[in-house]
């Protein structure tokens, strides 16, 4: 297929200098009389969208629209109205989709943050029912970015679809090994488990293991400790019931480390603790304020707001007044 | 509210624990721009007591320039044109100014060449009707504020693309054929109750449900289920959910809890999502979901006594980090400006300025910009304005009626 994204080609010829479009009357985009946000379209651009505009309206369905139609996306792929058009076109000629796939893939390699061109994708897939390309582009992409949200949302499509699971632990695996700062790959992590084995408990057990020993590396890495609260969502005796994980912070506090997330998370078992008539009296409403105050004052200040208004609520669910302290 | 000194802010560096990874590396090269910046706002502060100076002139100049002529860079934009003129419009409204009578009839003009005889907005005249582009030109409309602009939305035909984008688990496309996630929810529900076409409660059926289902494990709303916690997507999850009066299924402090967490204590400006960087357009769309949560937390009688975030340290990562000294506001540094962060860093910045009915002000008084309504975007007095014209006008009747007629 040939690539007619204008600077890079010399012998690009405008749709009015071509003979075959000679029967099509170009039909400018209806502007108002006094300009408003008008842009200053370049000469390929508004060349190619005065036919599009036409063909649009003739309500052509033809290989001439279909080239158009690459020559707009090329132009700006985020034309949701030209994608509509060329699905519209694929359709009409039962064109042969896996060309299309390729073509779709060289556009989205260029424009990776754009929901048109990851759309298209998708709905291609759909019609094939063949998503045996879609891990690799996906994996292609997040080589180079691997956070990017589209890839991921395809991905998490694809593998749900088609029940593509297997191995996926593994690409998170490595993934966290590159960047265990990747909260993307933590959240791919919760999401295989979520709709494969479950948070079952020898699987919430295992899971635990990995996340506190991840912990340990970093102590400031909120993607580990979000996974831990989202883990501890499936325990049934909540979030300060956890021996494991009341061992692990109680010997993380003990040495010292005065992690916001760490102290944060100890405020919300006291509370918990709290709520439930306080069964564990080392998480105790005091020892809330005193962690409320430290990470106001000292450790997390710019979140001083926000800890005095956890203090204010401890205060007033508690029945302890704090305003004595 | 004054500046952090710089020897304050520098020690909130990030803390890399000798385990550097890509993450790390580039939240380093940000904090090293906004500690230039911070560095040379602190040194210029001593002399100029205006310092930091929201530069209204340059941003007004800027925003009216473009509602005229845009450069062939705007050409990706070009899908978007009730945008550009929705971001336009409300940012000037945010400092005060209203475009002059001609300007404004000439752009509900071109608004109405974007509206589509079948019902909904395009992208521009002749485009496909898009949900995004429609929910830009319904706000664009009723920042204008004049009848000849609210007359421009045909609210029966209106109605009726709204029903062609539902979908049965209550999600909505983004358009006929479209992809559909988080913003197709908000942008209808947003739509709907300013147009006053909101009677018809089959419309939104099971939408809350579906909304809901976006929380995630962290706190925040991903763009559909399983997707991970984003700002964007939080916004309009959260805005959706107040809108149909359900925001009581949202687990608010798991939500409320991301949302401060997302705030940078170096940079002061927000993140997006977990461990990524800092820019300005999330000043609204994390800054919004405070009142969002106050009006929650009010409900339940905890109203809170100040904002839930630093909003000093917002406004300060605002002026002194994300203005373009030409006017227009940017990401962050070293990022050029553009009429998205203009908007979106403005409208944070009204957000942070305003708690409740009180003024939290960084910076001299001339920095004061009008407040926003969290729903919606737009200015208060605006909405309430057109909640009221719209109110005037019959329901449109909805196509299930007609189709239980026959
Ligand atoms: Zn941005």
Redesign the pocket.
Known sequence: MSDYSSDENDDYVLYKNRPEWSDITPLAQDDNEEPIVAIDYTENFKDCYDYFRAIVQKKEISERALELTQTAANLNPANYTVWQYRRDILKGLDKDLHEELEFVEKIILKQSKNYQVWHHRKVLVEWLKDPSKEKYLTEHVLSKDAKNYHAWQHRQWVIKTFKLYDGELDYVDLLLKDDIRNNSAWNQRYFVINNTTGFTEEVLRQEIEYTLSRIREITENESAWNYLRGLLLHDKAGLSNNTTVKAFVEELYESNNRSPFLLAIIVDMCLEQVGAGGGDSNYSAKRAVELCKDLMEKFDTVRANYWQHMLDSIGSESGEGTSGN | MELRPYSEIVKNAFNTENYPTKTSSEQLNTEKLVLRKYFEASDSSKNNLQHPELLKDKHRQYLINSTYKLSSVYEVLDASQPWLCYWITHALSLLGIQLENTRKRAMARFLAKCQSPDGGFGGGPGQTPHLATTYAAVNALVILGTEEAYNVINRKKLLEFLWRLRQPDGSFEMHEGGEADVRGVYCALSIASLAGVMNDSALFENSAEWVVSCQTYEGGFSGCPGMEAHGGYTFCGLAALVILNKSHLVDEKALLRWLVFKQMKLEGGFQGRTNKLT????SFWQGAAFPLIYSILHTAGHTPKTHLFSSSALQEYLLVCCQNSNGGLV?KPGKNRDLY?TCYTLSGLSVAQHFLDKICLLGHKGNQVMPTHPLYNIRPDHVRKALLYFSQFQFPRSPTDETERT
Request: charged share 35%; hydrophobic share 0%.
């Open positions: 820019d300005g357009c999330y990401d962060h």
